[in-house]
């Protein structure tokens, strides 16, 4: 027996840094958007960890110009957030 539907939310995240060489950027003077967007994600999955019946997902990660040598300016990821409480999945938006 169905006792409810899990609305859905979904996101498209932009995270702006600066892109810079690996080897000659010192580690304090870098503004890497792919650390800023693992902060994000670790984020979400303790949030949702914590609320019983939030379910979030990091779907899709796009770095903007990836080269093994390039600190990353700019990346992009998917969110999509599901609860069957509507003021839940409002709350999570507005709080992230």
Known sequence: MVTA?????RARIFIEGMAGHAGTTPMNMRRDALAGAAEC???IEQYASS?????ATV???????PASNVIPGSVEFTL???DADE????????AH
Do not use: H, K, W, Y
């Open 5 to 9: 539907i899990a609305g859905q939310t």
């Open 41 to 43: 994600v670790l984020t």
């Open 51 to 55: 609320t019983p019946a939030l379910v």
């Open 59 to 65: 779907g899709e990660l796009r770095i903007a110009s």
């Open 80 to 82: 999509d957030i599901r």
């Open 87 to 94: 003021d839940i999945r409002r709350n999570f938006c507005a």
